[in-house]
């Protein structure tokens, strides 16, 4: 079977999705015909709160929820075959993931602009909301941690995409000053930028920086970036939104979309043949039910996406009416990415000759079986396919192989980064308003907030525990990887539950909403008890950390319950 197959199938489902199925939803249930004054304009403060053109809040919003999730989970993923990996890419997307952000989005410019956390005690009770601030909390610290390890790595593997990356961040603060300063029309910085940073990707191509040329060791030299990116991400997350934030995420979705057609041109090109079977028979790793669902968490659907949707997004929204095209179509954008991810896994890979691979290290001809050969080195190997796979792709375009190459390294990188320090941000209003909550007023200082954000996560990166998988020493964010898929799914079915108790006290259709909700919390729970097994005898710290996650979920569950058993009781 030939890898257009699976691009083709990708796009009509998306197209479809978004024409008729996110119009349905817009009229049946979110209604986004009720006239309301969005908070960006009701709270307008030109720091958090500010009124934006979709097309430029759509680049903050893809950006930030596209970033290296989508593209780790599906190259992990591919090990039980490319079958379950589409499916679960594309259907997930159209009739999970893009229903949740875009609900998300809705009830919060609905709300004034309040997270799903401070809306669950409107709709359930105070109990929860400080359940859900916990659980939020944890998982950003996760989210932190990972992708700030996989950028790192990327700089260090491939020096070549160091320049780029870091050019990006003065070119973003020049455009933001022209654009809001400046009184500037949005079409020509834009555009002027965007040349500009596919030149620095050349230069860059021939312009390796790597700390190690100058005596840093490998781990060094990793550890280094890390720190830079935590300082970063920290300085970002409390600069008003249009200096940094909007600019760069404006820019680098135009970056990105290009990326992705180079992408899929190269597959129209090349047309490579799948190399992976449709549905892997030995396993010597977990079973695919329900450890697939988890394993491509972001590619899907993903809580983390709600957070954006609700921390930063709807504070941005101009008009109720650009919430389909924000929310939804932002979705569909990153279904767009994972399926690239995939195909770069699972027929891509097969036109890579010599190579490295992070878990086996030099490989002369790779393909599926080589890659793929154990859940181990599947897992180890990370985002390598992606890189490998699709880098090869873009060669096939006339691209020498190390621009290829840095050009794959920018992407996810860029994809990464944009999520880290809109993750800070988030991490900062929901520690505010646990503050808040609890009346601890140093957590509603900013600085202070945005070194609790940080400095955890820091923790999560330099220490090191045994993975009970693979029995490997691993960093601590990456061990625990497979918590934040389950953890991150069921935040999403957590956020769903929000969303159905409340357009079911509207009067609205809920199954759209309901059915994805009770998917996701019954994955997520077996897939949490099946490394809470794992985990119990090898680390009594993540077990007990896995079983205090299963409680909260547990306990966020019954509130639910109770609420919707006191409303039947009363009619």
């Known amino acids: 079977m030939n890898s257009i197959s699976l691009a083709l199938f990708g796009f009509i489902v998306f197209f479809l999705g978004y024409k008729f199925y996110s119009?349905?939803?817009?009229?049946?249930?979110?209604?986004?015909?009720?006239?309301?004054?969005?908070?960006?304009?009701?709270?307008?403060?030109?720091?958090?709160?500010?009124?934006?053109?979709?097309?430029?809040?759509?680049?903050?919003?893809?950006?930030?929820?596209?970033?290296?999730?989508?593209?780790?989970?599906?190259?992990?993923?591919?090990?039980?075959?490319?079958?379950?990996?589409?499916?679960?890419?594309?259907?997930?997307?159209?009739?999970?993931?893009?229903?949740?952000?875009?609900?998300?989005?809705?009830?919060?410019?609905?709300?004034?602009?309040?997270?799903?956390?401070?809306?669950?005690?409107?709709?359930?009770?105070?109990?929860?909301?400080?359940?859900f601030l916990i659980f939020i909390i944890l998982l950003i610290w996760l989210v932190l941690a990972v992708f700030a390890m996989a950028i790192a790595d990327l700089f260090v593997a491939i020096p070549t995409s160091v320049l780029p990356v870091n050019i990006a961040i003065i070119i973003a603060l020049v455009v933001g000053w022209m654009i809001y300063k400046k009184q500037v029309g949005v079409f020509f910085p834009s555009l002027a930028a965007l040349i500009l940073l596919y030149i620095f990707v050349w230069v860059g191509s021939q312009t390796p920086l790597s700390l190690e040329t100058i005596g840093f060791s490998k781990t060094q030299a990793t550890n280094t970036w890390i720190i830079f990116l935590f300082i970063y991400s920290g300085i970002a997350s409390v600069l008003p939104v249009w200096i940094l934030l909007q600019p760069r995420d404006y820019i680098n979705s135009h970056l990105l979309i290009v990326g992705l057609a180079l992408l899929y041109l190269g597959v129209f090109i090349a047309r490579p043949e799948l190399d992976a079977p449709m549905l892997r028979t030995t396993l010597d790793g977990p079973p695919i039910f329900p450890l697939l669902f988890v394993t491509i968490a972001c590619g899907a659907i993903s809580g983390f996406h709600g957070l954006v949707s609700s921390g930063t997004s709807s504070k941005q929204l101009d008009q109720l009416s650009d919430a389909r095209f924000v929310g939804y179509g932002g979705m569909i954008g990153e279904g767009t990415l994972a399926l690239a991810s995939t195909i770069a896994a699972v027929a891509g890979i097969s036109l890579v000759t010599q190579c490295n691979l992070p878990a086996v290290g030099n490989v002369v001809d790779l393909n599926w079986s080589v890659y793929y050969d154990s859940w181990s080195h599947a897992t180890g190997n990370k985002a390598a396919a992606f890189v490998l796979g699709g880098g090869a792709l873009i060669e096939s375009l006339g691209f020498s192989k190390n621009l290829a190459t840095t050009l794959m390294a920018v992407l996810v990188i860029s994809f990464a980064a944009t999520t880290l320090d809109t993750a800070t941000r988030v991490q900062r209003f929901i520690l505010s308003e646990l503050g808040s909550v609890l009346n601890i007023k140093p957590l509603k200082n900013k600085l202070i907030a945005t070194l609790i954000a940080v400095i955890p996560a820091m923790l999560l990166v330099f220490t090191n525990v045994s993975d009970p998988s693979t029995g490997v020493v691993k960093q601590t964010g990456w061990v625990l990887w497979p918590i934040f898929g389950a953890s991150n799914q069921m935040l999403a079915a957590l956020i769903l539950m929000i969303l159905t108790l409340y357009f079911w006290q509207r009067k609205k259709p809920i199954f759209p909403l309901l059915i994805p909700m009770l998917f996701l919390m019954g994955i997520t729970i077996f897939s949490l008890i099946y490394k809470a097994k794992e985990f119990f005898g090898s680390n009594l710290l993540l077990f007990a950390l896995d079983i205090f996650l299963i409680g909260l979920i547990i306990w966020m569950i019954i509130e639910g319950l109770v609420i919707v058993f006191n409303k039947v009781k009363k009619v």
């Open 23 to 131: 119009k349905w939803l817009s009229k049946r249930i979110y209604d986004l015909q009720e006239k309301i004054l969005t908070p960006a304009h009701e709270f307008r403060d030109d720091v958090d709160f500010l009124p934006t053109r979709k097309h430029i809040l759509f680049g903050h919003h893809f950006t930030s929820i596209a970033g290296a999730a989508p593209i780790i989970g599906p190259c992990i993923a591919a090990y039980w075959g490319w079958l379950p990996a589409i499916l679960w890419v594309v259907l997930g997307t159209v009739f999970m993931g893009a229903v949740h952000d875009f609900g998300a989005l809705v009830i919060s410019v609905k709300e004034k602009g309040k997270s799903v956390a401070d809306i669950s005690a409107k709709i359930l009770n105070g109990r929860v909301r400080i359940l």
